[in-house]
């Protein structure tokens, strides 16, 4: 039965099963149970707003969240590496540096998406939150290629960490960059942190951040066993070849 | 409801990607797991390991 | 000595080799499009935009350059013809200082009274049409010119409870 082993265990697939119920109930919740962004202007009675595009937010800010813990972890991760020099650091890094790419990949899409029905416009170069968002993006992706450059994984941890934790300082400037260039980003002021939402809006957008760190957790756990495994695999194939070149000198 | 094209596209897309990732990740992760030895990997579970 | 087979390298290694210098390319091509994405962002290509009452200052400074200007739309958005050609006739203002507008081309989904809105455009010395319709008007003889228009939407999701933009509380 070997073809059923697989990166699973007990914990991930409670885990799991967890992320997808979660999932189905933020989904049941953003598109059913909460109400459009609908206003009513108060002197000429009209209504306007996002109205149903709202629904996209329910997704996109959670991922905004996941993306900066991502790269915060693989950030610590790293810095663990530098110090620690083990493999269980850095396999930890680049677990959390592949998912928070994508994750941030999806970022970019999803705002993208609402944008073209709130802001007019499906890409707005120059608008520093998008701007700077697209750098890690980048910064990260360079990150992974970095990774892939190198034949031995041990060779490619060291350079890959001082890369992460270069990259990890553009969170900071994405966070603040509504409040220092207020007049280059069409992004809104943080919401939440002046609490203008509430009700249901407010609890779905926090269970839409819990279904998204549980999905996240999930990612990274198989991906860093996969990235064990990986390694395991590759010092056994230097055992090996180390066994059959003494073979083949014992031979002569 | 409003906006469907763009719900859809962006819900749709995002959940196809991250599905993808998932499976690319078990199929990769079973792949190896054949070939490593299970003492690399104390979470490597079987049913033949979880019945014995 | 073993035969000289033992010493050739293997199908798998090269492959890896070859992944590995694409990736240091692949590298590099991402090093060049970080430094355009910076470019462009500080660069000229930056959005910036000013706000009614800074675009107002510097009116005679701008002469006829293209700007951007944030402000939020006034009640009384008219809709009419220039030369043929279809526009949305508005005031704009931040604080309490108030620009007209002539938009030319599709206005945003979002574009209501109370919306801020990022408009590109040029200043222009004439009277806008149907001036005498608007609410606002500041009625100074200049409009901007538009053709591009991008919604700055608010943080509020308190939906019927949600304050809108208003001049005069700014």
């Known amino acids: ?252 | 409801m409003t906006h469907l094209g763009y719900l859809l596209a962006g819900w749709g897309l995002s959940s196809f990607i991250v599905l993808l990732y998932a499976f690319r990740l078990i199929k990769r992760g079973a792949q190896l797991s054949k070939r490593v030895p299970s003492e690399h990997a104390r979470w490597i579970s079987s049913p033949k390991q979880n019945s014995g | 000595m073993k035969s000289l087979e033992e010493l050739t390298p293997r199908q798998d290694r090269i492959e890896k080799k070859n992944s590995g210098l694409f990736a240091k390319f692949a590298g590099v091509i991402l090093l060049v499009i970080v430094v355009i994405v910076l470019f462009r962002t500080l660069g000229n290509a930056s959005l910036f935009f000013y706000p009614v009452d800074e675009a107002v200052e510097k009116r005679v400074e701008l002469e006829d350059r293209r700007f951007r200007v944030i402000g939020t739309p006034q009640p009384g958005i008219i809709e009419t013809t220039l030369s043929g050609r279809q526009v949305l006739v508005f005031t704009l203002c931040t604080g309490d200082i108030y620009a007209d507008v002539v938009h030319e081309g599709d206005p945003a989904e979002l574009f209501n009274p109370g919306v801020p809105v990022v408009l590109q455009g040029v200043w222009r010395e004439v009277k806008p049409p149907s001036i005498e319709k608007l609410l606002y008007s500041p009625n100074d003889g200049w409009h901007i010119e538009t053709d591009s228009m991008v919604v700055k939407h608010d943080n509020d999701y308190r939906s019927d409870r949600a304050e809108l933009e208003s001049c005069s509380s700014e």
Not at chain 1, 43 to 60: C, I, K, N, P, S
Not at chain 1, 85 to 92: A, I, L, P, Q, V
Not at chain 1, 228 to 233: K, M, Y
């Open chain 1, 1 to 252: 039965m070997t073809s059923s082993i697989t990166t699973a265990s007990k914990g991930s697939k409670i885990l799991g099963l967890t992320s997808l119920v979660g999932f189905v109930v933020l989904v049941l919740l953003a598109f059913f149970v909460t109400d459009p962004d609908i206003r009513f202007h108060p002197e000429t009675g009209e209504e306007f707003g996002q109205f149903d595009a709202v629904r996209l937010l329910y997704l996109h800010v959670p991922l905004i969240a996941v993306t900066y813990l991502a790269f915060v972890v693989c950030a610590i991760a790293s810095a663990g590496y530098l110090v620690k020099r083990t493999f269980w650091w850095d396999s930890m890094a680049h677990a959390a540096g592949e998912v928070g790419t994508l994750t941030c990949a999806l970022v970019l899409i999803t705002g993208s998406i609402w944008g073209r029905p709130v802001w007019n416009t499906w890409w707005e170069w120059g608008d520093v939150r998008v701007m700077s968002t697209l750098i890690l993006f980048l910064l990260f992706l360079g990150y992974l290629a970095l990774r892939g450059a190198f034949v031995s994984p041990q060779r490619a941890a060291r350079p890959a960490a001082i890369v992460a934790l270069i990259a990890v300082l553009d969170i900071p400037l994405i966070n603040r960059s509504v409040e220092w260039w207020e007049n280059r980003t069409l992004h809104q002021k943080s919401t939440l942190s002046e609490l203008k939402i509430e009700d249901l809006t407010l609890f779905t957008l926090m269970l839409g951040i819990l279904v998204a760190l549980l999905v996240m957790s999930w990612l990274i756990l198989h991906r860093f066993r996969v990235a064990w495994l990986e390694h395991a695999e590759f010092e056994q194939g230097i055992k090996t070849a180390i066994e059959e070149r003494r073979q083949i000198d014992n031979e002569d």
